[in-house]
């Protein structure tokens, strides 16, 4: 298929456009770089030896979504391009707003007119909000605690009601619970442009001497160690579900959710654990309160996504310590070591 990926260049969408190649689809990249380089798309081309035709554009900017549309004629977009940082989105509401939910409804606009009609969109686990039940499943209630969870709960909601009102449209809207690890070659991982806000990327920060000392936030939850349970995916896995929804976005119609974990889950004290391990380096920590809007444990119920997609993790957590190690030593200050 021909696929435009919207924020092809960062964390996932990298990982995604190889995957996608890999299979033989066409791709297609608008990304602002807003949150990452052109590097990139450099390191995907090398890695791939394929063609990615690439537009530098906001997803909000209409014009230019008729010119990619224009020029590329995809059959369905896969929507990155989007803000993630819980805690800003606190501070910057609107802007937040502004990017996630009118940046998804200008693209829609831009799909009906150029006759695209198959989404892919990156949602979050962040939806289902307390837990009322563990592991989630899709029926889980949904309660967003943040405003970035806000937003996609809202634009899951626009897709969903742009699907209802045409018998011929389809939306696949992929819940992530926690992108972790990195590509085997090393090439491609996550390179947070500040303090990392997430627990890996933070950990392999200390492993690798840039940061002193990880803060465990909350050892008094109600769980084995204490601390919070998450449930880890591996960044390819994760990339392999999007070529698995475009597989099914080809024969169905509607829109619909998918839980993409792996339905296992790991404390703070574990992930610190398999870090020593991967990386044979002492990593410090130092206990500190209980991070504001943190759960105790999340986990999926991935079966819907076994079933319907076909697809399975297959990475463990010793791969997922491993390939964010091999990343972080080979590229000590992330994309701008080249
Ligand atoms: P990322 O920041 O690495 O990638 C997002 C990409 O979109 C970047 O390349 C950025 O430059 C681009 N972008 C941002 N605003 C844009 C705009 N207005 N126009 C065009 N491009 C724009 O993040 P990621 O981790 O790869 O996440 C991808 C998507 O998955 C996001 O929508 C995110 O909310 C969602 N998601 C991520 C996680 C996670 O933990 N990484 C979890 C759940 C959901
Ligand atoms: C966070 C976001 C969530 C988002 C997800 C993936 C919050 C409140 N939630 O989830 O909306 O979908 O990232 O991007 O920000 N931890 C530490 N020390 C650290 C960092 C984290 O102890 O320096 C702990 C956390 O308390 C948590 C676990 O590690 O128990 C994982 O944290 P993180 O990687 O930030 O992911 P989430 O909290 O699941």
């Given at each position: 298929m021909r696929v435009l990926v919207t924020g092809g260049a960062g964390y996932i969408g990298s990982h995604t456009l190889l995957e996608l190649m890999a299979q033989g689809h066409v791709v297609c990249v608008l990304d602002n770089y807003a949150n990452a380089t052109p590097t990139v798309l450099n390191r995907v081309r090398a890695l791939s030896n394929g063609q990615i035709t690439d537009f530098?554009?906001?997803v909000r900017d209409a014009k230019k979504l008729d010119e990619v549309m224009a020029a590329?004629?995809?059959?369905?977009?896969?929507?990155?391009?989007?803000?993630?940082?819980?805690?800003?989105s606190a501070q910057k509401p609107l802007y937040y707003y502004d990017v996630n939910i009118t940046g998804t409804l200008t693209l829609l606009h831009a799909m009906e007119r150029a006759g695209c009609k198959r989404i892919i969109f990156s949602s979050s686990a962040t939806v289902y909000g307390e837990p009322q039940y563990l592991p989630y499943d899709e029926a889980h209630p949904t309660n967003p605690m943040s405003v970035y969870g806000r937003t996609?709960?809202?634009?899951?909601?626009?897709l969903t009601d742009w699907v209802a009102a045409h018998a011929d449209r389809t939306a696949v809207l992929l819940?992530?619970?926690?992108?972790?690890?990195?590509?085997?070659?090393?090439?491609?991982?996550?390179?947070?442009?500040?303090?990392?806000?997430?627990?890996?990327?933070f950990i392999a920060q200390v492993a690798i001497g840039?940061?002193?000392?990880?803060?465990?936030?909350?050892?008094?939850?109600?769980?084995?160690?204490?601390?919070?349970?998450?449930?880890y995916i591996h960044v390819v896995d994760l990339a392999r579900a999007h070529v698995a929804a475009l597989g099914y976005a080809a024969v169905h119609n509607g829109a619909r959710p998918f839980n993409i974990g792996t339905g296992q889950n790991y404390s703070v004290r574990d992930m610190v654990a398999a870090f020593e391990i991967a990386s044979g380096r002492n990593i410090p920590t130092k206990q500190s309160p209980r991070r504001a809007g943190d759960v105790a444990a999340m986990q999926a119920d991935a079966s819907r996504a076994n079933a319907e997609l076909g697809w399975h993790a297959t990475h463990g957590l010793d791969d997922m310590a491993a390939s964010t190690w091999a990343w972080q030593s080979k590229n000590r200050n992330g994309y701008d070591t080249d």
């Amino acid at each position: 298929m021909r696929v435009l990926v919207t924020g092809g260049a960062g964390y996932i969408g990298s990982h995604t456009l190889l995957e996608l190649m890999a299979q033989g689809h066409v791709v297609c990249v608008l990304d602002n770089y807003a949150n990452a380089t052109p590097t990139v798309l450099n390191r995907v081309r090398a890695l791939s030896n394929g063609q990615i035709t690439d537009f530098v554009g906001d997803v909000r900017d209409a014009k230019k979504l008729d010119e990619v549309m224009a020029a590329f004629a995809p059959e369905a977009v896969i929507h990155f391009a989007g803000l993630k940082a819980v805690g800003e989105s606190a501070q910057k509401p609107l802007y937040y707003y502004d990017v996630n939910i009118t940046g998804t409804l200008t693209l829609l606009h831009a799909m009906e007119r150029a006759g695209c009609k198959r989404i892919i969109f990156s949602s979050s686990a962040t939806v289902y909000g307390e837990p009322q039940y563990l592991p989630y499943d899709e029926a889980h209630p949904t309660n967003p605690m943040s405003v970035y969870g806000r937003t996609k709960l809202m634009a899951e909601q626009i897709l969903t009601d742009w699907v209802a009102a045409h018998a011929d449209r389809t939306a696949v809207l992929l819940r992530y619970f926690n992108p972790v690890g990195a590509h085997p070659s090393a090439d491609l991982g996550e390179d947070p442009r500040d303090i990392p806000n997430n627990l890996m990327p933070f950990i392999a920060q200390v492993a690798i001497g840039k940061r002193d000392v990880l803060e465990v936030f909350g050892d008094d939850y109600d769980t084995p160690d204490g601390t919070g349970l998450r449930d880890y995916i591996h960044v390819v896995d994760l990339a392999r579900a999007h070529v698995a929804a475009l597989g099914y976005a080809a024969v169905h119609n509607g829109a619909r959710p998918f839980n993409i974990g792996t339905g296992q889950n790991y404390s703070v004290r574990d992930m610190v654990a398999a870090f020593e391990i991967a990386s044979g380096r002492n990593i410090p920590t130092k206990q500190s309160p209980r991070r504001a809007g943190d759960v105790a444990a999340m986990q999926a119920d991935a079966s819907r996504a076994n079933a319907e997609l076909g697809w399975h993790a297959t990475h463990g957590l010793d791969d997922m310590a491993a390939s964010t190690w091999a990343w972080q030593s080979k590229n000590r200050n992330g994309y701008d070591t080249d």
